[in-house]
């Protein structure tokens, strides 16, 4: 077969969305970031809703995102993104509005605003990357980090006595009136990066049809700030971040709440 004829439409098996842009990646090797940015970059072609959808990344690693997404986005300051979706939604209502936001920005700086924007009810999605760490800024201590897990602020390991727990802010986010959608999902494997972009299709649906705030939470793994191999950082994951994040979804309006 020569390359004109692998080439032919015809012959084509996949192809990167057009909502992706060319922009070479820069996240670390193993980064859950970049297949999340793909899944939401499909979701939103298939849809057919790159014109109405507006993103807003507040920093740390998220703030990049409008890099390689080609839709409209919106910085924020730190932990500020569901305050000001919240506003882009309301002024103009027609649009598909997400935030995009690591575990220290959402539940520590960014705690009030998220409780606030979900317990209202915005018709937003909030896609939340909880990789138990503050990973551009020095691998730090996140309110997401295990009981005994080593950071560069506890060497250590998390001592409860002292820190206090984990934050499981998703399910905390699912006992809100304003919350129609709450899901918890992993792309470490390619069973969960399909079972990610149904949720994440989902999302963007209750956020077009007014239904109220969905929360799309990934436990991902940071390989850099875990000081890890890709492999390895996804095998301690699994045999430690699910066992405090279960995946699956914590609240469906559609179906049942997370528990009955």
């Known amino acids: 077969m020569t390359a004109k004829e692998i080439i032919k439409p015809e012959n084509l098996v996949y192809t990167k969305t057009k909502v992706m842009t060319d922009v070479p990646m820069h996240y670390c090797p193993g980064c859950s970031h970049g297949v999340i940015h793909k899944l939401i970059a499909e979701a939103i072609e298939e849809m057919g809703i790159q014109e109405k959808t507006i993103g807003v990344a507040p920093v740390g690693c998220s703030v990049f995102a409008y890099n390689y997404l080609d839709v409209d986005f919106q910085e924020a300051a730190h932990g500020r993104a569901p305050a000001v979706a ?9 649009k598909c509005v997400f935030t995009y936001q690591g575990d220290g920005d959402l539940a520590a700086i960014g705690t009030a605003e998220t409780i606030h924007t979900c317990n209202r009810g915005e018709n937003i999605v ?15 201590m ?10 560069s602020t506890c060497p250590y390991g998390r001592n409860t006595d002292i820190y ?5 802010i998703s399910d905390l986010l699912a006992e809100l009136d304003g ?11 390619v069973g969960n990066i399909v079972k990610a972009k149904k949720a994440i299709k989902k999302a963007l649906q209750n956020s077009m049809d007014g239904k109220g705030t969905s929360v799309v939470e990934f436990v ?7 000081k890890m191999s890709p492999h390895k950082a996804n095998l ?3 045999e430690n971040m699910f066992a405090k994040y279960p995946l699956g979804d914590l609240k469906d309006t559609e179906k049942k709440h997370y528990g009955q």
Not at 220 to 226: I, V
Request: hydrophobic share 35%; net charge positive; proline share 5%.
């Open 86 to 94: 919240t506003a882009i939604k309301r002024l103009q209502p027609d």
């Open 126 to 140: 909030i896609f939340f990357i909880n990789n138990a760490i503050y990973g551009m800024t020095g691998g730090q």
């Open 142 to 151: 996140a309110p997401t980090t295990l009981e005994g897990m080593k950071t």
């Open 164 to 168: 206090g727990f984990p934050l499981k």
């Open 179 to 189: 919350t129609c959608y709450v899901t918890r999902q992993s792309v470490h494997k």
């Open 220 to 226: 991902s793994s940071c390989n850099s700030g875990w």
């Open 236 to 238: 301690w994951m699994e």
